[in-house]
C-alpha cells in the first residue's frame, strides 16, 4: 500500500539526530524522499555536545534502509546562501518539494535576562527564529513552483506561549515562531501551502536531557541528576510523564505533512502532556 506521503519530498532542518533524524525516518516510512540538513558541529554556549558529520551519516543510513533517496547537506541554518544552495541541489536530484520542515534550535546556557549576554541572546535569536524564517524562505520559492501546494511545519515549543526563567532568550525566539508561523499562513494561503507550527513539551533527546536543563529544572540542587530533572519535569506535564519520545513529535509532523490535514493551516498545535493546560 502506498504511504500517506508517498511520491513526496520534505525538506528537514536538524535532521543529524533526535527530532530531527525522527521526523526524517517517519516521513520517509510513508514514502517520502528527503532533503536532509544539520550544522553538524559546535555552536558557541550550547549546553550539550552537538551532532557531527557522523550523525548525519547515520540519518542517511536509516532513511536508505527504507529504499527512499536522501540527499544530505553539511549546512548552518543561518547561512542562507548554503541553505538554498541545499535546498536547490536536494530539489535538483529528487525533482520536486512538498514539506518543509524547520526543526534545527538551540538551547543555550541561560541566565535571567538582565544578566545575559548579547553573545548569547543573538545566537539563540539568529538560529531559533531567524533560521526557522531562512528555512521557508529557501523552500518556499520550490513549492510554489511545484502548483501542488504543500506543508511548512515549524518547531516552537510550549515555551511559545508562557515565560520560563531562566530561559528568555529560547522563550522569546519561540514566540517569534508563532508570530511567523500566523504570517506565513496568511501569505502562502493563495498558494494553497499550509503553515503550522508543533509545540512540545520535554522531549527525550539531547537538547532536552542534558546537565544544562536538569539545573534549569532544579535551581535548588548544586548538581541535580537525570532523576531529579524527572520528578520535577513529570510534574509540568499533567499527563504526568517527564519526557516524550521524538516518535511522538514525528507523529504530529506527519498528519501535518499530508493531506490528512489539507485544511488545516495557521495552527499551533501542542504535543505536550497537557503542560499547556497549566
Known amino acids: 500500500m502506498p504511504g500517506r506521503i508517498d511520491g513526496k519530498v520534505a525538506f528537514i532542518t536538524g535532521a543529524a539526530r533526535g527530532q530531527g533524524r525522527s521526523h526524517a525516518i517517519r516521513l520517509a516510512q510513508e514514502g517520502a524522499d528527503i532533503i536532509a540538513v544539520d550544522i553538524c558541529g559546535p555552536v558557541d554556549g550550547v549546553m550539550y555536545p552537538m551532532p557531527g558529520p557522523a550523525d548525519l551519516a547515520e540519518t542517511v543510513k536509516e532513511v536508505e534502509a527504507l529504499d527512499r533517496r536522501i540527499v544530505a547537506v553539511q549546512a548552518d541554518v543561518r547561512d542562507f546562501d548554503a541553505l538554498k544552495a541545499a535546498v536547490d541541489d536536494g530539489v535538483g536530484q529528487l525533482g520536486r518539494l512538498d514539506i518543509v520542515v524547520a526543526n534545527a534550535g538551540i538551547g543555550a546556557l541561560g541566565a535571567h535576562l538582565a544578566k545575559m549576554s548579547m553573545k548569547t541572546w543573538q545566537d539563540t535569536i539568529d538560529i531559533n527564529l531567524t533560521g526557522v524564517w531562512l528555512t521557508a524562505k529557501a523552500g518556499i520559492p520550490h513549492l510554489i513552483a511545484g502548483g ?16 520560563m526563567e531562566g530561559a528568555g532568550h529560547y522563550v522569546a525566539a519561540k514566540h517569534g515562531v508563532v508570530g511567523l508561523m500566523r504570517t506565513l499562513a496568511l501569505e502562502m494561503a493563495h498558494h494553497k501551502i499550509r503553515v503550522n507550527t508543533i509545540m512540545p513539551t520535554q522531549v527525550n533527546t ?31 506535564n499533567p499527563l504526568q510523564v517527564p519526557w516524550m519520545e521524538p516518535l511522538d513529535i514525528s507523529n504530529a509532523v506527519l498528519f ?5 490535514s489539507r485544511y488545516i493551516t495557521g495552527l499551533m498545535l501542542p504535543v505536550d502532556a497537557g503542560s499547556l493546560l497549566k
Not at 152 to 161: E, F, H, P
Open 256 to 260: 501535518l505533512a499530508s493531506d490528512e
Open 148 to 163: 501542488r501546494g504543500g506543508s511548512i511545519v515549524l518547531t516552537s515549543s510550549v515555551g511559545a506561549v508562557k515565560g
Open 206 to 236: 539531547p537538547m532536552a536531557v542534558n546537565e544544562g536543563t536538569f539545573r534549569l529544572f532544579r535551581p535548588d540542587l548544586e548538581n541535580p541528576t537525570i532523576d531529579d530533572f524527572a520528578v520535577a519535569s513529570a510534574m509540568t
